[in-house]
């Protein structure tokens, strides 16, 4: 197996990450030296990972990195697309799995404004929140995925917004985990399903930098206002003008501006709004941190597709990827 673990890193898949993910949990290097061992290594490996299986079985074939095919490139620095096709392929197979294990979702029930959506998820809740909007995406038939763990090596996004089929899909990667943070991110991504800045049979969005990242495409200026409008009211969001204030002190204003001002807004997404309209990041996490915001953003996407999957059609390879991909908190129930 080592010759085959050199050649899928140099394209991108990292031995830990494989074994964690893409081998059988049963599996033990030792048994590629049976030649049927190896062959049901190499076809899970070709089947994930799209290689073909002719390559793998050949120590001397070199390996070609993942095509950037079908995608459109959103809030990323010039030269870095080129790293993204390991992180691509891992977002696909993901998607195309969830797709087959969520047969039972309604159709997509079609595009709504931002204004439509924050109505509708505020005549149950009081504000707009990350788990809220990840239970309204599931209620229309959009799915939402977090792909948190990833080779080693590649580079990787914040977001990405697509269709598997029929199904918009939104995938979420950052590697931060307050849920204000992922709640603007899964807001920014459905801003690019309800735009129609993705359809079905077209481009996968890809976004690979946050909030705070510059924007100079007219697609990204529509999808940020369609996010601060679905998370705010305000398609420029909340400006705020005075600056200075320490991490504690922004976190306990913007709970406090929620409960007198601003009822119908998030303090964790107040905070961003804060440290946005600043250009202050610095105190953006200890804010978060003082009013318990600043994690379990990404169980919280996990836990709700754990509940829209139905484990009896997939195969035990299949839940072990999506379990090594997006760290599903979950007993799978035994057939």
Known sequence: MLDLYKRLKSVGFDQAWLRSAVLPDWWEDELAEVPFNRASAEAAIAGFLGFPIRALRDPAASLTKPPLTNVCFKRNKKGDVEDLGAALQVVRQTAK??????????????????????????????????????????????????????????????????????????????????????????????????????????????????????????NEFEANEFALELLTGHSEGVVFKRGGFKAHQVGQLAAQYSREVAPGIDPGVLVLAYCKSTAYWGVAQGALETIGDASGGHDIVAAALAKHLDFDTLSDNEVRFLSGTCKLSIEVPVS
């Open 97 to 218: 799995i969830v797709a087959a294990g969520c047969a039972e979702l309604p159709a997509f029930a079609g595009v709504r404004t931002a204004a439509e959506i924050r109505e509708t998820i505020l005549g149950s809740y009081k504000t707009v929140t990350l788990g809220r909007l990840v239970e309204y995406c599931w209620s229309v038939g959009v799915a939402v995925i977090n792909v948190t763990e990833f080779p080693n090596s590649v580079k990787r996004f914040e977001g990405v917004a697509m269709y598997e089929g029929s199904r918009p899909t939104v995938v979420l990667s950052s590697k931060r985990d307050g849920p204000a943070w992922l709640a603007f991110d899964l807001a920014h991504e459905l801003g690019h399903v309800m735009l129609g800045h993705t359809q079905m049979g077209g481009v996968a969005v890809v976004d690979a930098a946050d909030w705070g990242a510059d924007v100079e495409d007219d």
